[in-house]
């Protein structure tokens, strides 16, 4: 029931924003509520096995790999070729035997009827020649052939025919190994528990035994195997791991991961199993061996998973391989697996169907509610839109006027700063006035008595003398500038810098330390206290008109900015 509470939860989500929606969004909200039925109403649909990285990477490689396996068997063949060109009658009977024995080993894997047929001559040999060597090779040869199609019991009873007395190094560890692989057949099909345990046994002595010439990476093997017996699970790993870093063969690679994975499964660790397992498959692959157990192993354990592609990719493959090797005891195997998981894989779909069915049914429904909502949302918008274009002419109106608001408001605190600017220097001059008036009150006073001093001791020539010189009024100039001078930097500290911020740096003014303005200096305060009269700036200065012109051009050819200069100085200290 819980699969099919979204579509309902989805339709009052809709129903909730139709007076919302525009049309030009709905294709979008149609397109996701439609993903999400698909993911509420198929679970199980698009289940997949998680794996770590590691493993995920090698079963990725392992897929790919099997594209190339025909590049692979190609690359064996020939190299089974090139062993059968170097066969000669002419060649000693022990090398040719060793020639042909060598063929038969590597077509035992790759195409069974192939080994078969030159054991057959390895035997045509030995009676020829009635040589032991060339017999045991025979027997060698023959006996990976009927494991290979099944009988263990006839090879059991090949191997028992091998004379071992004179046995060579290289002719002992062949006959070690077929050994231990008849030994380990016979454990895996035992039934009866007594002998099952006795071809233990046997496997534990076999695993004993000293092999002269041995590789150090069998011999390896064979330690993790002892190892692994007795649950020393972590300490065979770590012997075997070495060895995937080693410069080993194809053939030895699948080997060594074959059996770390059996020690991977004895440890419970089955996501390490599936990566040896993809790892020995990747190299018996690339050996071009077309009989193999990591493969067929590898699809059993990924069927369990329900991993239903790879599982039969891996298990047809492996099939295919099987019937192109005529490995008989692969055959059954591999068909009944086959066979279950195709099985599998049809109940998967036929569900799957059944779940698509009824998901195309609810998908119907749903499609005609949203074509109703499509509806009532297009007849609900073209009632709204009337509405929406006369919200819009208010909107542009409205931020009209608001930007002439904008601008009276700028226009009206330009206006408020300059009274402020105003009323900051009516508040400092008038003081200064005052003061300055009362000290020529003084003054005048004080120039009364002294006309008065003089005319009574010096006489009337003295008095007029005395008028007639202009150095009191020099002297009372220099007054004016000074406290003039102090006043306005008084009120506008900054002055001089940022006059010079509004000149070329050659024209700059350089701040006296008396604290005292130039001439020009003093035109441009009174500029700034508002008086741009040239006639009116030369009476405040006691200078020609136009000596005060000539020092303004002067004064905007030095500018920056020479056409908005004097403005930029009426505006200084804002």
């Given at each position: 029931?819980g699969?099919f509470?979204?579509p309902?939860?989805c339709?009052?989500f809709?129903?909730s924003?139709?007076?919302?929606?525009?049309p030009?969004n709905?294709?979008?909200s149609?397109?996701?509520?439609w993903t999400?039925?698909?993911c509420?109403?198929?679970p199980?649909?698009a289940?997949?096995p998680?794996?770590?990285?590691?493993?995920?990477a090698?079963?990725?490689?392992?897929d790919?790999?099997?594209?190339?396996?025909?590049?692979?068997?190609?690359?064996?063949?020939?190299?089974?070729?090139?062993l059968?060109s170097?066969?000669?009658?002419?060649?000693?009977?022990?090398?040719?035997?060793?020639?042909?024995f060598a063929?038969?080993?590597?077509?035992?894997?790759?195409?069974?009827?192939?080994s078969?047929?030159?054991?057959?001559?390895?035997?045509r040999?030995?009676?020829?020649?009635?040589?032991?060597h060339?017999?045991r090779?025979?027997?060698?040869?023959d006996?990976?052939?009927?494991l290979?199609?099944?009988?263990?019991?006839?090879a059991?009873?090949?191997f028992r025919?091998?004379?071992t007395?004179?046995?060579?190094?290289?002719?002992?560890?062949?006959?070690?190994?077929r050994?231990?692989?008849?030994a380990?057949?016979r454990y895996?099909?035992a039934?009866?528990?007594l002998?099952k345990?006795?071809?233990?046994d046997?496997?534990?002595?076999?695993r004993?035994l000293?092999?002269p010439?041995?590789?150090?990476?069998?011999?390896?093997?064979?330690?993790?195997a002892?190892?692994?017996?007795t649950?020393?699970y972590?300490?065979?790993?770590q012997?075997?791991?070495?060895?995937?870093?080693?410069n080993l063969?194809h053939?030895?690679?699948?080997?060594?991961?074959?059996?770390m994975?059996?020690?991977a499964?004895?440890?419970g660790?089955e996501?390490?199993?599936?990566y040896?397992l993809?790892?020995?498959?990747?190299?018996?692959?690339?050996?071009?061996t077309?009989s193999?157990?990591?493969?067929y192993?590898?699809a059993l354990?990924?069927?369990?998973?329900?991993?239903?592609?790879?599982?039969t990719?891996?298990?047809?493959?492996t099939f295919?391989?099987?019937?192109?090797c005529?490995?008989?005891?692969r055959?059954?195997?591999?068909s009944?697996?086959?066979?279950?998981?195709?099985e599998a894989?049809?109940?998967?779909?036929a569900?799957?169907?059944?779940l698509?069915?009824r998901?195309?049914?609810l998908?119907?429904?749903?499609?005609?509610?949203?074509?109703a909502?499509?509806w009532?949302v297009?007849w609900?918008?073209?009632?709204?839109q009337g509405?929406?274009?006369?919200l819009?002419r208010m909107?542009d109106?409205l931020?009209?006027?608001h930007d002439?608001l904008?601008k009276?408001?700028?226009h009206i605190?330009d206006?408020?700063?300059?009274l402020?600017d105003?009323?900051?220097?009516?508040?400092?001059?008038?003081?200064?006035?005052?003061?300055?008036?009362?000290h020529?009150?003084?003054?005048?006073?004080a120039?009364?008595?002294?006309?008065c001093?003089?005319?009574?001791t010096?006489?009337a020539?003295?008095?007029v003398?005395?008028?007639n010189?202009?150095q009191?009024?020099?002297?009372?100039?220099q007054?004016?500038?000074q406290?003039?001078?102090?006043?306005?930097?008084?009120?506008?500290?900054n002055f001089?810098?940022?006059?010079n911020e509004?000149?070329q740096p050659?024209f700059?003014?350089?701040?006296?330390?008396?604290?005292?303005?130039?001439?020009e200096?003093?035109i441009?305060?009174?500029?700034r206290?508002?008086i741009?009269?040239?006639?009116?700036?030369?009476?405040l200065?006691?200078c020609?008109?136009?000596?005060?012109y000539?020092?303004?051009?002067?004064?905007?050819?030095?500018?920056l900015?020479?056409d908005?200069?004097?403005?930029q100085?009426s505006?200084?200290g804002?």
């Amino acid at each position: 029931v819980g699969k099919f509470v979204m579509p309902g939860i989805c339709f009052n989500f809709v129903q909730s924003k139709i007076t919302t929606m525009q049309p030009r969004n709905f294709l979008f909200s149609f397109g996701f509520l439609w993903t999400v039925l698909a993911c509420t109403l198929l679970p199980g649909c698009a289940d997949r096995p998680e794996y770590s990285l590691q493993t995920e990477a090698a079963l990725e490689r392992l897929d790919a790999e099997l594209s190339n396996k025909p590049r692979y068997q190609q690359w064996r063949q020939e190299q089974a070729d090139a062993l059968r060109s170097r066969i000669d009658d002419g060649l000693p009977p022990l090398e040719r035997a060793e020639r042909l024995f060598a063929v038969a080993q590597i077509y035992v894997t790759f195409h069974l009827d192939s080994s078969a047929y030159y054991v057959e001559r390895l035997y045509r040999l030995a009676e020829r020649t009635g040589s032991r060597h060339v017999r045991r090779f025979a027997l060698l040869g023959d006996i990976d052939v009927w494991l290979g199609r099944g009988q263990v019991s006839l090879a059991e009873e090949l191997f028992r025919k091998i004379d071992t007395a004179g046995m060579t190094p290289g002719e002992y560890r062949a006959w070690h190994s077929r050994y231990s692989s008849v030994a380990s057949r016979r454990y895996d099909e035992a039934a009866d528990s007594l002998q099952k345990r006795a071809w233990g046994d046997t496997l534990s002595h076999i695993r004993k035994l000293s092999v002269p010439g041995c590789s150090d990476q069998t011999r390896t093997r064979m330690a993790a195997a002892r190892l692994s017996e007795t649950g020393r699970y972590d300490e065979a790993l770590q012997l075997l791991e070495p060895l995937t870093a080693k410069n080993l063969s194809h053939q030895n690679f699948a080997l060594v991961y074959y059996s770390m994975a059996h020690i991977a499964k004895g440890q419970g660790d089955e996501d390490r199993m599936l990566y040896y397992l993809a790892e020995s498959s990747i190299s018996d692959l690339r050996a071009g061996t077309r009989s193999y157990s990591s493969l067929y192993d590898l699809a059993l354990e990924l069927f369990d998973r329900k991993d239903y592609d790879r599982a039969t990719a891996y298990m047809g493959s492996t099939f295919d391989d099987a019937i192109r090797c005529k490995s008989v005891t692969r055959i059954p195997n591999s068909s009944s697996a086959v066979v279950k998981i195709n099985e599998a894989v049809i109940s998967n779909i036929a569900q799957q169907q059944k779940l698509m069915s009824r998901t195309i049914w609810l998908a119907g429904i749903f499609l005609i509610v949203l074509i109703a909502i499509l509806w009532f949302v297009l007849w609900q918008h073209r009632r709204l839109q009337g509405s929406h274009e006369q919200l819009i002419r208010m909107s542009d109106l409205l931020r009209e006027k608001h930007d002439e608001l904008l601008k009276k408001n700028d226009h009206i605190r330009d206006i408020n700063n300059a009274l402020v600017d105003s009323n900051r220097i009516k508040d400092r001059y008038v003081c200064h006035y005052i003061d300055l008036s009362v000290h020529y009150i003084k003054q005048i006073d004080a120039f009364r008595r002294e006309v008065c001093r003089i005319a009574k001791t010096k006489g009337a020539d003295e008095v007029v003398r005395r008028l007639n010189s202009s150095q009191v009024i020099d002297g009372e100039y220099q007054k004016f500038y000074q406290s003039f001078d102090s006043s306005f930097l008084d009120i506008f500290p900054n002055f001089i810098g940022q006059v010079n911020e509004l000149l070329q740096p050659e024209f700059r003014f350089t701040p006296r330390s008396d604290s005292s303005l130039t001439t020009e200096l003093r035109i441009l305060a009174a500029i700034r206290l508002g008086i741009t009269d040239s006639g009116h700036i030369a009476s405040l200065l006691n200078c020609a008109s136009a000596t005060v012109y000539t020092y303004r051009t002067k004064l905007r050819n030095a500018a920056l900015d020479r056409d908005n200069f004097e403005e930029q100085v009426s505006k200084t200290g804002l």
